[in-house]
């Protein structure tokens, strides 16, 4: 099932109808949606979507790699600002090549890391070149830059490019966080 069939609330409903309208969305409408690479690679899906208690924020969406029927899968937290939401596809794409993916800091579905650990956090947003000092806002510092509701398969930025976009895809980022 797509967000959209999820989506109650929000970014799917039209205008009309009741609720919060189509600026929001409910975050379990999220739960379960495809994580593609710029290159269409699948990469898994997302499990689960942490919020950071102090700020309200969304700090990291939980991704679910490898494994079959959930044996042998790995999971990943993955900051909320390295993922962008694509609303023309219905899916999340995140700027990771599938085998450099393998290698990030993951764990397992019964042992999940402390994620309030700034030393657990440095690391996890070290590799996705992400700022752990602002979650949920675009890493634009840093150059990650993907958060945000993208209009299509055509904005991806290319992970060849060193997890950087160019002064056009910054420029449209800027005010597109979601979270």
């Known amino acids: 099932m797509s967000y959209a069939d999820r989506d109650k609330y929000g970014m799917y409903k039209g205008i ?21 690479n710029a290159y269409e690679v699948e990469l898994g899906e997302i499990k689960e979507i942490m919020l950071d208690m102090q700020t309200g924020q969304v700090a990291y969406a939980v991704l679910s790699f490898g494994g079959f029927l959930g044996v042998g899968e790995k999971l990943f937290a993955v900051p909320w600002q390295a993922l962008r939401l694509d609303t023309v596809q219905k899916r999340f794409i995140l700027n990771v090549d599938k085998d450099r993916l393998k290698t990030a800091p993951g764990f397992n579905k019964d042992a999940w890391p402390d994620m309030a650990d700034m030393q657990w956090a440095n690391q996890v947003h070290s590799f996705y070149g992400t700022d752990p000092g602002r979650p949920g806002a675009a890493g634009l510092d840093s150059g990650a830059g993907t958060a945000g509701l993208g209009t299509g398969s055509g904005d991806s930025l290319d992970p060849r490019a060193g997890n950087r976009g160019g002064d056009d895809d910054l420029s449209r980022i800027r005010g597109s966080n979601i979270g």
């Open 16 to 36: 009309d109808s009741a609720g919060p309208g189509p600026s929001l969305m409910g975050a379990d409408t999220l739960l379960g949606e495809r994580v593609v």
